[in-house]
């Protein structure tokens, strides 16, 4: 199975450096330049990042020009659901007139959750004989941030994508490299809420058991993620290379998660990547989570360049976890 096309989904209300430095007491040039984000969507109050996934959804249906009742597959990608029971998924299924007897279900990563679930799909789609599958990535942490918090609100932005898989697609998914940091699980952490620290249980102390306003909130070790990723993700990229058997040179472009500019410029350095090869939309987007590599691969295919070749995909988050994988493009008319 290959990837068809991608379709994204942002939100209308856009806020620029200047106004997210004023909430978290920082310099606008920091949020510009050392974290790289000049403008990003967050979510309105009454908006949910369902909303965006189904317009995400109707608009890769109608780029490919095939009906949501041939979907063989749903793997929603998403730390943020709309509840905690049940899964976005089968929203998604209602809410876009999927079919019942399709296979659905969630995928309970961040940043690493997109070339994981090209992994998945394929791996599924190949066991089960299923024909045609759909991804999909929303993840608005503008829902579980604080406004005033520098280490969050400075960096994220709300999106939505949605790939089609199927066997006329032109980007054939390759090996993953992946790895699993459990050790650092607290660096990235919405501590309260579920099992842990729920807010109701059985047991008669449970109002002992719910946490503080403020562990309900994101909270990130921005320097533990900065530490993780330059210590795995550059010889993430090198095993990706090996496994798919090819060269660095070869490579037309990497669709590296967009983490912050720093992070990027010092993984690039480390890594022996070009600033030239590096797809990058951080400037505009913010670093949207689960769909911050898929909103790369799109931008891939729709640039007037778009030809056949290797492009590789590594995203890396939550968990501490990543995933790095090549995709190749083959039969793609030029020019695009």
């Known amino acids: ?6 379709a994204s989904a942002y939100p209308q209300h856009e806020y620029d450096a200047a106004t997210v430095a004023g909430w978290v007491n920082a310099d606008a040039g920091f949020v510009a330049n050392k974290v790289g984000v000049n403008k990003r969507g967050f979510l309105a109050a009454d908006e949910t990042g369902l909303d ?24 929603y990608v998403t730390q943020t659901p709309e509840y905690g029971i049940p899964q976005n998924s089968a929203l998604l299924q209602e809410r876009c007139a999927m079919r019942n007897d399709l296979a659905s279900f969630d995928m309970g990563l961040g940043c690493s959750g997109y070339p994981y679930a090209l992994a998945t799909a394929k791996g599924l789609m190949a066991a089960q004989n299923l024909q045609r599958a759909l991804i999909v990535t929303s993840d608005p942490y503008s829902k579980i941030m604080d406004r005033t918090d520098k280490n969050t609100c400075a960096v994220f932005g709300d999106a939505a994508t949605a790939t089609l898989l199927d066997c006329d697609g032109t980007g054939n998914i390759g090996l993953c490299d992946f790895g699993t940091d459990g050790s650092a699980h607290e660096a990235l952490i919405v501590p309260a809420g579920r099992g842990a620290h729920p807010l109701r249980s059985i047991h008669s102390n449970a109002a002992q058991l719910s946490a503080e306003e403020d562990q309900y909130r994101l909270h990130m070790n921005g320097r533990a993620v900065f530490n ?5 993700i550059p010889a993430s990229i090198d ?24 992070m990027l410029e010092q993984l690039a350095a480390r890594s022996g990547i070009s600033q030239d090869k590096l797809l990058m939309n951080l400037s505009t987007r913010g670093n949207t989570v689960s769909s911050s590599v898929p909103l790369l691969v799109e931008q891939y295919m729709e640039a007037p360049d778009f030809r056949d070749g290797p492009i590789l995909l590594s995203g890396f988050g939550v968990g501490l976890s990543w995933c790095s994988t090549v995709v190749r493009f083959e039969g793609v008319s030029q020019p695009h």
Do not use: W, Y
């Open 1 to 6: 199975m290959k990837i068809r096309a991608i």
């Open 52 to 75: 965006l996934a189904a317009v995400a959804t109707e608009a890769v249906l109608q780029k490919a020009e095939v009906q949501a009742d041939s979907i063989d597959l749903l793997l």
């Open 228 to 232: 993780f990723v330059l210590k795995n």
């Open 239 to 262: 095993r990706t290379l090996e496994i798919n058997r090819v060269s660095k040179e070869d490579v037309l472009q990497f669709a590296i998660h967009q983490g912050s500019q720093f």
